[in-house]
């Protein structure tokens, strides 16, 4: 979540590539892509998209 926030995208593939799960919501019910979007880090919404 704090990757998608701060729209790093390095960090965003890293935690990817260690198995992250995609799909988890925070305590808001919101997940990783909602919080991209809501930041405007438009480069992380597909990466975070779950496949």
Same mark, same amino acid.
């Given at each position: 979540?704090?990757?998608?926030?701060? &729209?790093?995208?390095?960090?965003?593939? =890293?935690?990817?590539?260690?198995?992250? *799960?995609?799909?988890? #919501?925070?305590?808001? &019910?919101?997940?990783?892509?909602?919080? =991209?979007?809501?930041?405007?880090?438009? *480069?992380?919404?597909? #990466?975070?998209?779950?496949?």
């Amino acid at each position: 979540m704090y990757a998608a926030q701060a &729209g790093n995208t390095e960090a965003a593939m =890293a935690l990817i590539a260690g198995g992250a *799960d995609r799909t988890v #919501l925070d305590d808001d &019910g919101r997940s990783a892509t909602d919080i =991209a979007r809501e930041w405007k880090h438009v *480069d992380l919404l597909g #990466l975070l998209s779950p496949s």
